[in-house]
């Protein structure tokens, strides 16, 4: 099985089984995102205790890429520092933008999403989960 089969089955696992999504009440949102564009909608919400993620959920609706991406990316966040998240989300935007040439060799499973930067229309799809667990994190003041 060649590489890119392999990553697109492991997107397409996450979009049909995605982790960490969960109905969240309106008390629990802390971010509520929207790509007007294509009409993918995330809602999520973190919990950081002593200066590391214990938690990440969402809901909302999205195409494979934009699901894929936010199941991808709580099931990584959870139990990393804050520091080190923030970083990751950094270099995750910069390499779906274009910025980066590669993935990093520590991006395991998220390289790979890194095809994505080819088709400039389905960026925000990619990204919007992790602008949103930014925003989050700003919001929780860490």
């Not at 894929?68 to 910069?94: H, T």
């Amino acid at each position: 099985m060649e590489l890119d089969e392999l990553y697109q089955d492991l997107i397409l696992d996450h979009f049909k089984h995605p982790r960490h999504r969960q109905e969240l009440s309106d008390g629990e949102v802390l971010v509520d995102e929207e790509n007007p564009t294509c009409g993918d909608h995330i809602r999520l919400t973190a919990r950081v205790e002593n200066g590391r993620i214990q938690d990440v959920r969402y809901d909302g609706k999205g195409c494979a890429i934009s699901t894929a991406s936010a199941s991808m990316m709580a099931e990584r966040l959870i139990g990393m520092p804050v520091a080190e998240a923030r970083k990751l989300i950094g270099e995750f935007i910069g390499l779906i933008r274009g910025e980066k040439e590669s993935a990093p060799a520590d991006f395991g499973d998220l390289a790979a999403l890194e095809g994505v930067k080819q088709y400039p229309m389905r960026v925000k799809c990619a990204t919007m989960a992790w602008h949103a667990a930014e925003k989050a994190l700003g919001k929780l003041g860490v």
